[in-house]
């Protein structure tokens, strides 16, 4: 039932904003650039609008390739590697429907509609939250109310902070990398940021767009997406503490392309006595989910950084720090 909702909410966000006509996009342009407009097959690719549950369209994580929906007919970025999706687009006349919010691509100054954060349901019982109800088409919570109780509330490579939704989408390539911790992340055709791998989970299901399993990687009753240290054996299960007992590699890191963890020193944590030595346990992202970092650092968590950076640690090893798509 949940994947039958993600599959849904899927092809309800790549429908757009509405009837009304898309903003700073060329009239020919006005298509839905994966489908065949000979007639033939749709190609097969889901675009998920910036949701968490969506289906990434631009190949392996951190491979650097190009997706295929979009196309060049504006100026593109990292962040914003293909042209976004023309009936997406949104501004201030052409606003997003309920559960969707408008944001900036990364695209030249083009914005389209997200589809903001929200658990699956069946009945508004299901949601828990006056902040919001389910929107019983696509099978999902979707959030009424302005502001973020946490960054499940928020699309994706935002996190919330102070009550608001903060842009922490780091721009990367297969080239460039990511932090400890984060993947370099096709969310849709048009967006390729930095995704921070250690995601709140209920099940396996919730970190199916990672690739990666759900378990409580540092003891503390939470659970969290986290690779396997065998990924590829059957009834592989995600890595937790119990399976690192090196003290030298005391904890579940994360491999750059976010597909296999192995035991080393950067990776989640409940207590300090959990990571190496020299090392101190840090909510870094801000949701309470902390990991083993390397000295104090230059930053306390991402809301000192300013936007499309994040308070991490770098990959090449290192005190926390904040990083952008250039400092990586």
């Given at each position: 039932m949940r994947f039958f909702a993600y599959v849904s909410l899927a092809v309800v966000a790549a429908s757009g904003c509405g009837e009304t006509a898309a903003p700073g996009a060329p009239p020919d342009i006005l298509r839905d650039a994966s489908v065949d407009q000979d007639g033939g097959e749709p190609d097969g690719s889901v675009d998920d609008g910036g949701l968490d549950g969506g289906v990434p369209d631009g190949g392996a994580a951190g491979s650097g390739g190009m997706p295929?929906?979009?196309?060049?007919?504006?100026?593109?970025?990292?962040?914003?590697?293909?042209?976004?999706?023309?009936?997406?687009?949104?501004?201030?006349?052409?606003?997003?429907?309920?559960?969707?919010?408008c944001l900036a691509t990364g695209c030249e100054n083009l914005s389209r509609c997200f589809v903001a954060g929200g658990g699956a349901c069946e009945t508004e019982d299901d949601c828990g939250n006056p902040a919001y109800e389910c929107n019983q088409v696509v099978g999902?919570?979707?959030?009424?109310?302005?502001?973020?109780?946490?960054?499940?509330?928020?699309?994706?490579?935002?996190?919330?902070?102070?009550?608001?939704?903060?842009?922490?989408?780091v721009p990367c390539s297969g080239e460039l990398g990511c932090p400890h911790g984060y993947t370099c992340f096709f969310a849709s055709p048009d967006q390729r940021f930095c995704r921070r791998v250690s995601q709140p989970c209920g099940d396996d299901l919730d970190c199916l767009v990672l690739g990666v399993l759900?378990?409580?990687?540092?003891?503390?009753?939470?659970?969290?997406?986290?690779?396997?240290?065998?990924?590829?054996?059957?009834?592989?299960?995600?890595?937790?503490?119990?399976?690192?007992?090196?003290?030298?590699?005391?904890?579940?890191?994360?491999?750059?392309?976010?597909?296999?963890?192995?035991?080393?020193?950067?990776?989640?944590?409940?207590?300090?006595?959990?990571?190496?030595?020299?090392?101190?346990?840090?909510d870094l992202w801000g949701d309470g989910r902390s990991e083993c970092v390397a000295g104090p650092g230059s930053c306390v968590d991402s809301s000192e950084c300013a936007l499309r950076e994040v308070c991490a640690s770098p990959r090449v090893g290192g005190a926390p720090t904040c990083i952008g798509g250039s400092s990586i």
């Open positions: 295929d929906g979009g196309g060049s007919w504006c100026e593109t970025s990292v962040l914003c590697p293909s042209c976004p999706d023309a009936e997406a687009l949104c501004d201030d006349q052409n606003p997003c429907p309920l559960g969707e919010v999902r919570c979707l959030r009424k109310e302005p502001g973020c109780d946490d960054s499940t509330d928020c699309v994706a490579g935002f996190a919330c902070e102070g009550g608001d939704c903060v842009d922490r989408r759900c378990g409580d990687s540092d003891g503390d009753e939470q659970k969290e997406c986290m690779p396997s240290l065998t990924p590829n054996e059957p009834g592989a299960v995600s890595c937790d503490v119990t399976q690192c007992a090196e003290a030298a590699a005391p904890v579940c890191e994360i491999s750059q392309d976010g597909l296999v963890a192995e035991c080393g020193r950067f990776g989640a944590c409940s207590a300090p006595v959990q990571c190496a030595s020299g090392f101190q346990c840090r």
